[in-house]
C-alpha cells in the first residue's frame, strides 16, 4: 500500500470513528474518544506510539459511568476505539440469556471489554484470564478504578494443562501462546509486531475445566473468548465445558487458524451464529 494510500484510510477511519462518537455518547466523551482517535491514526501514519504511561478518561455505558484506564500506545488505543466507538462487545444478550450472572474473560488484555460486559450487566460475576503481567496490572487498576466483581486470574487457556511458552508483544493486543501465529507476525515486516517483539517466557496453561472448578463456576451464562490463535487448540479438544455456555463471543483469527473445525465443533454443541458486526463471531444456542 502506498503512503498516501494509507494516510487516505486512516482519515476514513478516523472519520468513521468520529461519526460513531457523536452517535454514542454525549459532547464531552465524545470529544475525548474522537481525539484518541486521533492520536490512534496519526500514529499509524507517522510512528506508532509506543508507552506504558497511563491515561484515564470517564465513559458511560448506559447508566454506569466508569473511569477507564489504558496505556498511551498504538494497542491500547487500537482496544478502546474496538469497544467503545465500534461496540464489539455490544449484543442483546438477554435475548438468549435471560440473566447474565456469571461473565468469563478469556484473554482479558487490560480489561476493556469486561468493563463493557460488566457495564451491561452491573450485578454480574466476572472472571478475567489473562498472561501478560503487564495486561494484568493495567486490568486490575481499571477494575479497582471501578469496584465492578471482577476476579483476575493471570494464566493461559489451553486443551491441556501444564506450562506453555507465551510471546508477548508490546502490541500488547497480540501476545500469544501459539507458535505458528507470533512466527507469522514477528516474521513479517509490515506488521508492528516485528519490532515490538519482546522475550519469550513460560507460563501457566489451564483448562477451561479446570478454570471453572478452580473459582467454583458451574454455569458461564456469557464467555468472551479472545485468545489470538490458541481457539484452535481448545476446539479440538474435550468440549464439555461448552455445555454449561450460554453465549460466546469469539475472535476467530481466521488468519492462522482454519475457523470450519471451530464452527462444526460448536454447531455439534447445539451452537448456531447471530447476526453480530465487528471482528468477533457471536454463537447462541440453536
Known sequence: MS??????????????????????????????????????????????????????????????????????????????????????????????????????????????????????????????VEPVDENVKVLKINRDLNGFDIEVSKTAVDAVPGEVTLFPNEWWSSSTITPDVAGARQGNAGRMEQPLALKSQRIRAITIDELSKEHGIDEIDVMKMDIEGAEANIMAGNLDWLDRVGVLIIEIHRKYVDADPIIKALESKGFTRADHHGPCDVFVRA
Open 3 to 128: 503512503t498516501l494510500a494509507a494516510l487516505r484510510r486512516e482519515v476514513g477511519e478516523l472519520a468513521m470513528d468520529i461519526r460513531r462518537a457523536r452517535s454514542r455518547y454525549g459532547a464531552g466523551a465524545a470529544l475525548r474518544l474522537a481525539g484518541w482517535s486521533a492520536v490512534y491514526h496519526a500514529g499509524m501514519s507517522v510512528h506508532p506510539l509506543v508507552s506504558r504511561k497511563l491515561q484515564t478518561i470517564p465513559i458511560t455505558v448506559g447508566s454506569q459511568s466508569m473511569q477507564v484506564a489504558f496505556r498511551r500506545n498504538q494497542s491500547d488505543i487500537y482496544t478502546l476505539r474496538e469497544v467503545f466507538l465500534e461496540g464489539i462487545y455490544d449484543f442483546p444478550y438477554h435475548k438468549y440469556v435471560p440473566k447474565v450472572r456469571t461473565i468469563v474473560d478469556l484473554g482479558a488484555n487490560i480489561g476493556l471489554a469486561a468493563l463493557s460486559l460488566a457495564a451491561q450487566h452491573p450485578s454480574a460475576r466476572v472472571l478475567c
